[in-house]
């Protein structure tokens, strides 16, 4: 395995958690409802993932399991804020405080024992090719499932009726009740999705990226999920570009530190959030692009009147 | 959100010394930086509390906070404790060291211990330590036997004089065998994030070093070292479960025979002021068994644990700078006040020191 290869594998495995977890949340935005429990509903997953492998010995069952326990943590936002009303901001924030807390207990048992790792698939021939072989056709198969979900959102959410629907909720919910879209329905839905892409982000981190469970082991994950989704105006490719950039710098400062070049850490540690912002900020510079993007009915509550 | 998650535990350490208070039990506290989930440095003191309650068994009860920041939380947890009736209390991360004299100040009868820090503004505190470089230089012994590429990666995480101090130590015991022997040391910029570190570790190895050692909290690095087929070190605790075929030893933190004295020492009102720095000889620092290396590596490395039990110090001239100047001259020993300050590298070390 050359150099290069090792580097750029290294990259798709830092970007892929940021990838799933961000596109959960981008269908969440873009219906209209600010979901701030990201991080919260990731360190979940990655708790459910865990216990549900080492017990079962069968990571597939681990990020099933993860998948649900987010989709079912985030019912407990939606519950809160669609059908009784809270405020958004303050409740999501209260579910990623809940989440790590809770992780945590649950985890207590499981911390310090060896983890059971989704292996990388092998096809005979392909994934020996020199240079792109492991990177296209040897990588784990959430890889994949990233990738397959980037595809999948951006056609659901720009090629689809019910796309289309979605995305009117996000801009006019008052418009959208006129016109009979069912706006509470939708929205449990989309934060539903959100809950289940977070869950399998987490388990991404315990079950492929370091096969373990400790508290707090998302690190902030979560926040840049969220970070990412904004800097890329709600655009699906931008978050693929962005979370993609985002793993680059990550591993290109570690790589400059290693060789080194005698750069402060201090300012290579900070480089990917600059770099990222910095490069989103830019081909974002499209004001009435951007306006258009962004789902003018974020993080408003909604309650029909009859 | 840091306030409020540690205004619910300290309420619950408050429910929990309110229920079993008016006994003769002596009551022995402690507050940690992480949670006791962390398999790193919060962990191992929390193993220290436990043994504790294992060999005194009720003449003792035993409360700990978890995850209490480095400010002014800290005061009010202190001081919440020292309401609540702890008769001793353990500060654990050295960022607690102001908050611990502030409170000691008000409270005279309650004796307070800090690790790591140098502060015993008053009769009633205790600072203590221990000299985790002592294995560091073990390990670094191992590692230039076992490394075939002569250069090693070290994760680190903040530049302070207690991490320098480790990388130094590290790389006189490698040269000790191999003189040309090289350390490239890499910043992950926090104790704790398994993601991070294991990049770090990719990077290193991608780089060609085929010895990893680091000086963060989690599992993280020694996993990605068993997956890529080369050895490494564990820290602060035993991580052998998590790399059977890769753990060539680990520095396992053991505060409990401290913690015992100590606690001990208040049971049976003889508790003095002191300042203990404990290495190998006093039992602070053990290290986890020789595994996965030939037996005359083995053998050097419990000849090199033997020589420091019996009064070696690492930092022991001749030493140069990385900028090839003197520090140490020829069988001169480093002052303690000089290492618990260390802000340079020795030479051999490829990185440039952040300041």
């Known amino acids: 395995m050359g150099m290069l290869e090792a580097i750029l594998l290294t990259i798709a495995t830092a970007a892929t958690p940021l990838l799933i977890a961000a596109m959960g949340e981008l269908v969440v935005e873009r219906s209209g409802v600010l979901n701030l429990g990201v991080e919260g509903m990731m360190v979940m997953g990655a708790v459910t993932g865990f216990v549900v492998a080492y017990s079962t010995g069968s990571p597939w069952l681990g990020m099933i399991a993860a998948v649900l326990m987010g989709a079912a943590f985030s019912l407990l936002f939606g519950f809160l804020t669609l059908t009784l009303v809270t405020n958004q901001v303050a409740t999501g924030l209260a579910l990623t405080l809940l989440g790590l807390g809770l992780s945590g207990m649950m985890g207590r048992s499981f911390v310090g024992l060896p983890g059971v790792k989704m292996s990388a698939i092998y096809i005979p021939g392909l994934s020996d090719l020199p240079l792109v072989g492991k990177l296209v056709f040897g990588q784990d198969p959430i890889f994949y499932i990233s990738i397959a979900l980037v595809i999948g959102v951006s056609y659901f959410l720009f090629r689809t009726r019910a796309g289309l629907t979605l995305r009117s909720v996000g801009d006019s919910h008052k418009s959208a009740h006129a016109l009979g879209i069912k706006v509470i329905a939708i929205r449990y839905a989309a934060v539903t999705f959100g809950g289940a892409c977070a869950g399998l982000a987490g388990a991404y981190l315990s079950l492929v990226y370091v096969p373990q469970w400790v508290e707090n082991m998302t690190a902030g994950r979560g926040w840049i999920a969220l970070a990412l989704v904004v800097f890329a105006s709600w655009r699906p490719w931008r978050v693929l570009a962005g979370a993609y950039l985002f793993g680059a710098v990550t591993i290109g400062q570690l790589h400059a530190q290693a060789l080194g070049l005698g750069i402060p850490s201090q300012l290579l540690s900070a480089l990917p959030y600059l770099a990222t912002i910095l490069v989103l900020v830019l081909i974002s510079r499209n004001r009435r692009l951007t306006m258009m993007n962004t789902p003018a009915s974020l993080g408003q509550p909604f309650v029909p009147d009859r | 959100m840091k306030k409020l998650l540690f205004a619910l535990a300290a309420t619950g350490a408050m429910l929990v010394a309110g229920a079993a208070s008016a006994q003769d039990k002596t009551k022995a506290c402690w507050i940690y930086i992480g949670p006791t989930g962390d398999f790193g440095w919060s962990y191992q ?311």
């Open chain 2, 45 to 355: 003191h929390d193993q220290g509390r436990k043994q504790v309650e294992a060999e005194l068994g009720d003449k003792v009860e035993t409360v700990f906070l978890e995850s209490v920041p480095e400010s002014a939380d800290a005061e009010r947890a202190l001081e919440n404790l020292s309401r609540s009736g702890c008769k001793i209390i353990f500060t654990t991360s050295f960022g607690y060291m102001d908050p611990t004299n502030k409170v000691a100040g008000r409270f005279p009868d309650v004796k307070f211990e800090h690790a790591t820090g140098y502060k015993r503004d008053h009769p009633n505190v205790s600072t203590y330590n221990s000299k985790f470089h002592e294995g560091r230089y073990v390990q670094g012994v191992i590692a230039a036997k076992m490394s075939k590429a002569g250069v090693a990666g070290y994760i680190a995480s903040f530049p302070i004089p207690e991490v320098v101090m480790g990388i130094n130590a590290f790389v006189l015991g490698a040269q000790s065998v191999n003189p040309d022997f090289k350390v490239k040391v890499v910043w992950a910029n926090t104790w704790f994030d398994p993601g991070k570190e294991a990049d770090a570790a990719k990077a290193l190895i991608d780089q060609g070093v085929d010895i990893i050692t680091q000086h963060t909290d989690s599992t993280a690095a020694i996993q990605v070292a068993a997956e890529r087929g080369i050895k490494a070190f564990g820290q602060a605790s035993d991580m052998i479960a998590f790399a059977k075929d890769t753990q060539l030893t680990s520095i396992i933190d053991n505060w409990g025979p401290y913690y015992v004295k100590r606690v001990k020492a208040v049971v049976d009102g003889n508790w003095e002021q002191s300042d203990v720095w404990g290495g190998m000889a006093e039992g602070h620092v053990v290290m986890a068994p020789y595994t996965n290396m030939p037996d005359d590596v083995k053998a050097l490395a419990e000849a090199t644990e033997a020589k420091i039990k019996g009064g070696f110090e690492p930092f022991t001239g001749p030493i140069k700078k990385q900028d090839g100047s003197d520090w140490l001259k020829d069988g001169e020993v480093a002052e303690d006040g000089v290492l618990l300050g260390l802000n340079f590298y020795v030479a051999g070390v490829d990185d440039k020191l952040p300041q």
